[in-house]
């Protein structure tokens, strides 16, 4: 029931069945196209969008496109995701509200590695 406003995947994301989920949803896909992909027929949801993105892919280039779009957000989300999975895969709590918690635990702990770890820079006069 969550609206969602934007879709990041991998090349591998790039089909029919997950671009019409994404527009049934009326959310915007960054997916970059297959290197020798050929445009879609315009009788499925996303069809469009997902030739648009071949379109500019095509025109701007696919580092200019990923760029211009987003993607490489993609990538710091990943490794953010990899860190929170370093604190543990399996969550030990049973109750729901007790997993919730635990959770956000692992999440401040995390966002506390986090700023420990980012250097403070000074410009230097």
Not at 20 to 28: P, T, V, Y
Not at 78 to 102: H, I, P
Request: hydrophobic letters at 40%; charged letters at 30%; a positive charge.
């Amino acid at each position: 029931d969550e609206k969602i406003a934007s879709v990041s995947g991998d090349g591998a994301y790039d089909r029919k069945d997950c671009h019409e989920a994404i527009a049934l949803r009326a959310a915007h896909a960054t997916i970059p196209t297959h290197k020798n992909a050929k445009p879609w027929k315009a009788n499925r949801c996303g069809a469009d969008a997902r030739n648009d993105i071949l379109r500019t892919t095509k025109r701007l280039g696919r580092a200019i496109w990923k760029r211009w779009s987003g993607y490489h957000r993609r990538s710091l989300v990943e490794t953010k995701m990899r860190c929170f999975k370093l604190l543990g895969e399996r969550v030990m709590a049973r109750d729901f509200d007790r997993q919730v918690a635990e959770l956000q635990v692992r999440a401040a702990v995390l966002n506390r590695f986090t700023r420990l770890g980012t250097p403070v820079t000074v410009p230097m006069l």
